[in-house]
């Protein structure tokens, strides 16, 4: 019983490089989500998604892209990565969604953008 | 912005005592919940409280939910060392989403 899987758990990357960070659930949970956690903030929101295919701006978006083509995958992908988007990145499901149940989290990947 | 805030940002206690934290929110929510995070780790469900509660109980963990007041407080009865982590408020977004926004977050210490 996986759970939820992030990869990679560590990457260093030079600005201006795309990455993708990729996460995936095993329990065919609808909604997935993305949060970055950095000193001072918390965790804020960049994007989720209900289902396959439909996907929503966080309080966070600029910068990045997601994708939905299969119900377990949520990847998260920096298009031209920039000094201040280094953080630690978390991804979270649930079934129905934050307004009646709790988030499982995965183990993050901490990003370093030199 | 964010939904919850809590206070105090920090906390150092011995083993054996209670510890408090609260939570503020801005706007109406469906639930609350409060999540743990050990130093270096992903979040974990702590407990859900849904609006229409006052006091919910898990093991050592109580919280309560005061919507007039939009807050709400984790306490922490007979901590132990491996209590030592961050805890977060987080709310979900009423009408505005299913999704959850996090507070800033308590460090715990607490010391054997």
């Known amino acids: 019983d996986a759970g939820i899987t992030q990869s990679p758990r560590y990457k260093i990357t030079e600005t201006g490089r795309q990455v993708t960070l990729m996460c995936h659930q095993t329990w065919s949970h609808s909604y997935m989500f993305w949060y970055r956690q950095d000193l001072g903030h918390g965790l804020r929101l960049i994007y989720y998604?209900?289902?396959?295919?439909?996907?929503d701006k966080g309080e966070v978006p600029d910068g990045y892209v997601v994708s939905r083509s299969k119900t377990e995958n949520f990847p998260l992908t920096l298009e031209s990565a920039t000094r201040s988007q280094t953080s630690v990145y978390f991804c979270?499901?649930?079934?129905?969604?934050?307004?009646?149940?709790?988030?499982?989290f995965g183990s993050g990947t901490q990003l370093s953008v030199l | 912005s964010q939904q919850g805030e809590e206070d105090p940002q920090a906390l150092s206690i011995q083993e054996g005592e209670n510890a408090t934290m609260n939570c503020s929110y801005k706007?109406?929510?469906?639930?609350l919940q409060w999540y743990r995070q050990n130093s270096g780790r992903g979040l974990v469900h702590l407990i859900l409280?849904?609006?229409?509660?006052r006091e919910k109980h898990s093991g050592r963990l109580r919280v309560t939910l005061d919507t007039s007041k939009k807050s709400s407080s984790l306490l922490i009865t007979a901590s132990r060392a491996a209590d030592t982590a961050s805890y977060f408020c987080?709310?979900?977004?009423?009408?505005?989403?299913?999704?959850?926004?996090f507070g800033g977050g308590t460090r715990v210490l607490v010391k054997p």
């Open positions: 998604s209900a289902a396959a295919d439909i996907t």
């Open positions: 706007t109406s929510i469906n639930n």
């Open positions: 987080a709310t979900d977004a009423g009408a505005a989403g299913n999704k959850l926004t």
């Open positions: 979270a499901s649930s079934q129905q969604g934050a307004r009646s149940e709790k988030l499982f």
């Open positions: 409280i849904r609006s229409n509660e």
